[in-house]
């Protein structure tokens, strides 16, 4: 149980383009979802806090008009990456509250062209 | 503020050999202790989950321990294989869920 995935696992674009990557819970409902981001070489931050219905929390430092998060039911959160840069290449994670634990998903790694 | 700490950073062990792993936290107070692996360039697999309230959880050739007193959790690798290979991240939960930090975890190789 508690299994989260994520879409895609990989993705390529063009700088200037937008991307979606998706979150869902597969078997649970989940009022919370996380999204973190991991560079290389490094661990794993926190970028924002994604509540089923309600606008997101975005940590210091990241912009959130850049990574647009949408939790639209209790099942899926998506972040989308706009107007990606090079920079942008990153891993990134989410993870769904259940049972006073998160559960992560497999990741998307995204490269910028 | 939670710090997470893995060492070493990197471990290069001969297959078959058993190793541990180390994670430390500095505030004691956690909720769980997850660890994952990653393999290069892919996702993260969630390897054993261990709730406060817990010493230890195993899985297969695994063991995780917990000691909340001295902010240290170990991975045990029993008989290690080549497939073992890959970077192993621990994090901690603190402050209730809502809180996870990661180590910037170990780098594991097995060589055959």
């Known amino acids: 149980g508690a299994v989260v995935s994520q879409h895609p696992s990989r993705v390529i674009c063009k700088s200037g383009t937008s991307v979606k990557i998706e979150c869902r819970s597969l078997d649970f409902q989940a009022t919370t979802m996380f999204w973190y981001r991991q560079f290389p070489k490094q661990s794993l931050m926190l970028m924002a806090t994604s509540n089923e219905g309600s606008k997101a929390t975005y940590e210091q430092g990241v912009e959130k008009d850049k990574f647009l998060i949408n939790h639209a039911s209790l099942t899926l959160s998506t972040l989308t990456v706009t107007s990606a840069h090079p920079e942008d290449s990153s891993f990134y994670i989410c993870s769904a509250h259940y049972t006073d634990t998160q559960y992560f998903g497999p990741g998307t790694r995204l490269t910028v062209l | 503020k939670q710090e997470v700490t893995q060492i070493p950073a990197a471990l290069s062990v001969p297959e078959g050999e058993n190793l541990v792993l180390n994670c430390s936290f500095t505030?004691?107070?956690?909720?769980?202790l997850q660890w994952f692996r990653q393999d290069p360039g892919k996702g993260l697999t969630s390897l054993l989950l261990i709730q406060s309230s817990q010493r230890e959880q195993t899985s297969g050739r695994l063991n995780a321990s917990l000691d909340k007193s001295s902010g240290r959790s170990t991975l045990y690798i029993a008989a290690s294989q080549p497939g073992d290979s890959a970077t192993y991240l621990c994090?901690?939960?603190?402050?209730?869920?809502?809180?996870?930090?990661f180590g910037t975890g170990t780098k594991l190789q097995v060589i055959p």
């Open positions: 994090a901690a939960s603190s402050g209730g869920y809502q809180k996870v930090t």
């Open positions: 505030d004691s107070a956690i909720y769980n």
